[in-house]
């Protein structure tokens, strides 16, 4: 009977040693009772040369004050359980999890038993971990551009302090919202249609120009990247990139008015009115416009009696004539030197057209005074009223009468 008892602690022993952990037994007094040989592993000391050593012993003072609130606890009977540096006897540095377990007999501890593992795989991983959540904190925190985390639904999760600048919200505030609360209300249809591609998948990534109304009820133009990040165990999540982009619409609108803007009069010029010509030849819409052609009489000759100063002075005063009596849904230019067209999408009849033209005749009529300068000015008008399928012809019936006013 004892020889199967001594056998059965024989294959005991080297099943615990065989064991990738330390195991240990410590008395209450800290001294060794058992050791596997991992312990040799770690400490370079036979687990039999360890017996009947005091804890302190092993471990150094150092790392035995460490250990010490962790080695109170369990003699006072509750479990512990802590992370630990270790650098074992060929140098290597190991993480480690140390769980003591108190030995409890008639309700008083009489030991421990130690298990220490070796968890540096893991440690690693989870410090890869952190710094790459690290990283892309810092990136999305410091980042010069908007960026933000939202959910597939619109919500925002996480928003980086140059979005909350852009947008004059703190992240607290934000993150009650959703984009559309923010959104001007003529892009939601489209920000809508974008959210829901990437949702369903039918879209990997989006990138639009779009309005967002700040805090302070600006409205700013905003580039807007996004991407969906697929996630089955959190869920799927959307990364946005937001940037600014009001000065650059400014400066677009600013470059796109002075492409179709005479800067002499503020009227549009002859690029304007071939622009909405052409736009008239692509309307399915057969509804007739009017046109009024208006010439200054002899030009020329105030221009060599008064100067080209005073001249450019009676043009502007011209022009804004013309636009005090075109309504908002007509396009008044000016196509030449003297030569003005308003087209009149607010005209309902030929007949309509006519008085207009033979009424703008005595409104732009002299004369104008310039600074002193008293300047006799008569104009020619002409007018059209056609179908809309052709405008290349009511831009030639109104120069004809133009003329033919101008002969009489």
Known sequence: ??????????????????LPSMIGYWDSSLRNVYANQVYADYFGIEPRDLVGKHLSELLGEALFQLNEPYITGVLAGEQQQFDRTLIDV?????????????????????GFTALVVDVSARAEVERERDRAIRLFQNVMENA??????????????????ALCELLGY?????????????THPDDIPLADEHLKGLADGTLTN??????????????????????????????DVIIAQIQDITARKAAEASLERQVLIDDLTALGNRRRLMAELDALKESVSERPVGMLFVDIDSFKSINDRFG??????????IGRRIL???????????????????????????EGVERLANRVRGLLAGPYDI???????????????EPTTDPDELLRIADERMYSSKRA
């Not at 010069?144 to 302090?161: C, E, S």
């Not at 703190?170 to 923010?182: C, P």
């Not at 600074?371 to 009223?385: A, F, L, T, Y």
């Open 371 to 385: 600074d002193g300068i008293v300047v006799p000015v008569s104009v020619s008008v002409g007018w059209s009223w």
């Open 206 to 235: 989006v990138a639009s120009e779009k309005r967002y109304i700040r805090k302070d009820g600006a409205t700013i133009w905003v580039q807007r990247n996004a991407t969906v990040v697929r996630d089955d165990e959190s869920g």
């Open 144 to 161: 010069p551009i908007g960026k933000a985390v939202m959910t597939r639904d619109g919500r925002w999760l996480q928003v980086n302090k």
């Open 1 to 18: 009977m004892t020889g199967t008892r001594n056998a059965s602690s024989e294959i005991m022993r080297r099943a615990v040693d065989q």
């Open 324 to 350: 005090d009596n075109t309504r908002t849904r007509d396009i008044a230019c000016r196509i030449g030197g003297d030569e003005f067209v308003a087209l009149l999408h607010s005209a309902r009849s030929a």
């Open 308 to 317: 080209h100063a005073v001249g450019d002075r009676v043009l502007q005063a």
């Open 90 to 110: 060929n140098g290597a540095v190991r993480v480690t999890q140390a769980t003591y377990v108190p030995d409890i007999v008639d309700g008083a501890v009489v």
């Open 170 to 182: 703190t992240a607290e505030e934000l993150r009650q919202k959703t984009f559309r609360d923010i």
